[in-house]
């Protein structure tokens, strides 16, 4: 699975962390756990999760973090984001 | 690959959603004064002023009032677009307000020029909605069949604005010219199937998997769906153009009605049982009293239909006004007061405290509003449809009353309900 992750993402497949499965927590669940976890994120850092849907809501708050964010939506409607500082 | 998304200015201010939300307690309290000062007489035939009042303080005062403050909100969440001019909103809900005011001000005795005063507010409520909100819904990006089915609700809410309007004519002084019956059950069809049905199946499709992490519909499911509704909402008008001509055993109206099956058996038929079926079988049943609405809403969707093949069967008007009570109070608002016992604790976390999660503690969004208190809201909720029912059904006058007792305390309940969540801030 991380080979097709990383051609989404543009990414080498060594340099992505593993993915977070968010998809069984109830909505603002998966917010609340990458903000947390992305909050104090070092330059270097990635995270990558596997959410149950694309998570607009999310957005602003990691553009307001400095944070970059690229998203693949699934076809069964589930999305993957790579989360990174922005340099 | 997306990369980008909303900006903070996008995303709608918290006041927009909650001011329409918090005047949905109010449409209830109109339709209680009304069975609590006419009793009986308020639910014995629907061509009554006092029913009439009463249908569009529900479908105006809380269904439309709920769906178009919650259409602010999803539009740029779901769809990913946001509405142009979205202060304006503020405005809509005003001139919303003027014209149930007016509407009922005519229908309880008051002077033409209540309604004329209406049809201008309800107008231009709608214009100042549906163009700015039609325009963010056209140009998003997103393809989903949630999106489609918000499309087709606001088409469907353009036709019945207009259709209901034109035919309001007749209460200021004017002439509808046409086949009055016929115009009333195509409104009557589109609100409840196209504008109501279709925004409350594919809201479904997105929050149910996302708040209750029941399983999603299948794409190819949601799109027969979609397209059943369609030809449901489609069909009734070509009854339009044989209107007079039938010479036949049943009316342009009755074919009318039976042209909306397809439309009539996805929304209340086929998308209960769905639902209902994925929230039996999802991946992590937690306790949520806002899912007892959904099941009682979706449980009563079923009966729908049997009440409609009653009207259509049977003369007593007594079954046309069940029909409505049942699908208006019964099963649009009841999904709907669930709605709002989840998404306002939401939307109030999201805008007040999301902002501050990994720099500080936050409540979790399920503390931020008690079962105890959802629960007593459905309970009220619930036994204001019941006594209704027996209320219509028996025509006894002390009945009729108890409803609206009952609904009086299920607006109470939903108003320090809202108002509970809308006022936690952070400390």
């Known amino acids: 699975m991380n080979k097709s992750v990383s051609d989404h993402f543009n990414v080498v497949e060594n340099e992505l962390p593993g993915i977070i499965d968010l998809r069984g927590l109830e909505a603002p669940e998966p917010m609340q756990k990458i903000l947390q976890a992305c909050t104090q994120m070092g330059p270097d850092d990635k995270y990558l999760a596997h959410l149950p849907h694309v998570p607009n809501l999310l957005f602003p708050h990691l553009e307001a973090r400095g944070l970059h964010w690229q998203v693949h939506e699934k076809a069964d409607g589930s999305a993957l984001i790579l989360i990174r500082r922005k340099h | 690959m997306k990369t980008g998304g909303l900006s903070l200015d996008q995303a709608p201010p918290l006041s ?8 949905i307690p109010v449409g ?3 339709a209680a004064c009304i069975m609590l000062a006419y009793g009986a007489v308020s639910l014995s035939n629907p061509w009554m002023p006092q029913t009439l009042t009463l249908a569009h303080a529900g479908t105006l005062g809380v269904l439309a009032m709920g769906m178009i403050g919650a259409l602010y909100q999803m539009t740029p969440v779901i769809a990913g677009s946001s509405v142009p001019f979205a202060r304006i909103a503020h405005f809509v809900h005003a001139m919303l307000l003027a014209g149930l005011g007016g509407f009922s001000w005519r229908w309880l005795g008051g002077p033409e020029f209540a309604m004329t005063a209406a049809i201008w507010c309800l107008s231009v409520a709608m214009l100042a909605f549906l163009l700015p909100l039609g325009w963010a ?16 609700a606001i088409v469907s809410l353009a036709t019945i604005t207009l259709i209901g309007l034109l035919m309001a004519q007749a209460y200021a002084g004017g002439i509808f010219p046409g086949n009055r019956m016929l115009w009333v059950q195509i409104h009557l069809t589109v609100a409840l199937l196209g504008w109501v049905g279709g925004l409350i199946m594919a809201v479904s499709w997105q929050v149910i998997p996302m708040f209750y992490l029941a399983s999603n519909v299948n794409k190819s499911t949601m799109r027969w769906m979609f397209g059943l509704l369609l030809a449901g909402l489609i069909l009734p008008l070509a009854s339009v153009l044989t209107a007079g001509e039938t010479g036949s055993y049943l009316s342009a109206n009755q074919l009318a009605a039976i042209a909306a099956l397809p439309a009539a058996l996805v929304i209340w038929l086929l998308h209960p049982a769905l639902i209902l079926r994925n929230i039996s079988q999802r991946k992590r049943k937690r306790s949520d009293a806002s899912l007892l609405f959904w099941k009682a809403g979706l449980g009563t969707a079923l009966l729908i239909i049997p009440i409609a093949v009653a009207v259509l069967m049977l003369p007593d008007p007594r079954w046309q006004v069940l029909f409505g009570w049942v699908a208006i109070w019964g099963w649009a608002s009841m999904i709907m007061h669930g709605m709002l016992s989840r998404i306002v604790p939401f939307l109030v976390w999201f805008h007040r405290y999301s902002a501050r999660v990994g720099f500080e503690p936050v409540p979790s969004m399920r503390s931020l509003l008690s079962q105890q208190r959802i629960k007593t809201g459905f309970i009220l909720h619930l036994s204001s449809v019941l006594v209704g029912v027996i209320a219509i059904l028996t025509q006894v006058d002390w009945l009729a009353r108890l409803t609206g007792l009952l609904l009086l305390a299920t607006a109470i309940s939903l108003g320090s309900m809202l108002l509970h969540v809308l006022k936690r801030n952070p400390a």
């Open chain 2, 28 to 30: 209830i309290i109109l």
């Open chain 2, 16 to 23: 927009i959603p909650a001011s329409f939300f918090l005047t």
């Open chain 2, 137 to 152: 819904l056209l140009r998003t990006p997103t393809k989903s069949e949630t999106v489609q089915g918000m499309r087709l």
